[in-house]
């Protein structure tokens, strides 16, 4: 989705580095979501975030979302095989002042491969 | 085991064939949702529903039915599927719409 902005579209590591992810949006989000996804298999849950400036960490994988609300990065510290995959993120977005709700609107995605 | 399932997980049709992609989950959950994935365009909601008999149109539900008699199940109907409608489709469900989507493991759909 354009409303959603992911970058880079395909990252390529070597195993140990780090790397970021980022997702942005033109408009607030009032809630955003970070989901891995193995090639043509279901979306997995990592976080949410909902407050500007809020941080959470699971394992080696920290997400991000900016005090005004309209970008979020995710981080991966010493970077695996097991960490290669698809990373989305999903947005409650802001339309015409309100939050969008139920309708969730996804980034195109950012295909993730780490090398041994 | 807390999951969603999806069926059948493949399926090849012809155009004009009526079909159905059933859904279920086990937790309990109010908010249950349709997606499709498509190279290039991401992840896009189709339909949702936020309890039993209540449905709303997500981005892109032209072409679609869907049906919430159950609270565990929420089918897709494709009436009169094309070929545009090829695709990989994700069922998702939640305990509340801002909480985590539990998503289904996919159906991938070839329309002839």
């Known amino acids: 989705s354009q409303e959603l902005e992911q970058s880079p579209q395909s990252l390529i590591v070597q195993e140990g580095k780090n790397l970021t992810i980022n997702c942005t949006s033109s408009?607030?989000?009032?809630?955003l979501y970070w989901y891995k996804q193995k090639y043509g298999e279901g979306l997995i849950f990592l976080m949410m975030?909902?407050?500007?400036?809020e941080e959470k960490s699971h394992e080696k994988i920290t997400a991000k979302l900016d005090e005004k609300k309209q970008q979020s990065s995710l981080h991966i510290t010493a970077s695996q095989p097991s960490h290669a995959g698809i990373y989305l993120c999903?947005?409650?977005?802001?339309?015409?002042?309100?939050?969008?709700?139920?309708?969730?609107?996804f980034g195109e995605g950012t295909q993730l491969t780490v090398n041994p | 085991e807390a999951q969603v399932t999806q069926n059948p997980r493949y399926l090849i049709t012809v155009t004009g064939k009526k079909l159905t992609v059933t859904c279920s989950q086990n937790?309990?959950?109010?908010?249950m949702s349709w997606y499709r994935q498509d190279p290039g365009l991401g992840l896009r909601q189709i339909y949702y529903?936020?309890?039993?008999?209540?449905?709303d149109k997500g981005d892109v539900p032209e072409g679609y039915k869907v049906s919430r008699k159950e609270k565990r199940n929420f089918p897709l109907i494709l009436e009169s599927p094309s070929p545009n409608q090829t695709s990989l489709y994700f069922c998702?469900?939640?305990?509340?719409?801002?909480?985590?989507?539990?998503f289904g493991p996919g159906t991938r759909l070839t329309v002839l």
């Open positions: 408009k607030t989000l009032y809630g």
């Open positions: 998702a469900s939640s305990s509340f719409p801002y909480n985590e989507q539990f």
């Open positions: 999903g947005a409650d977005m802001e339309i015409r002042g309100e939050t969008s709700g139920s309708r969730l609107t």
């Open positions: 529903s936020m309890n039993v008999e209540v449905t």
């Open positions: 937790m309990n959950h109010e908010y």
């Open positions: 975030l909902q407050k500007g400036g």
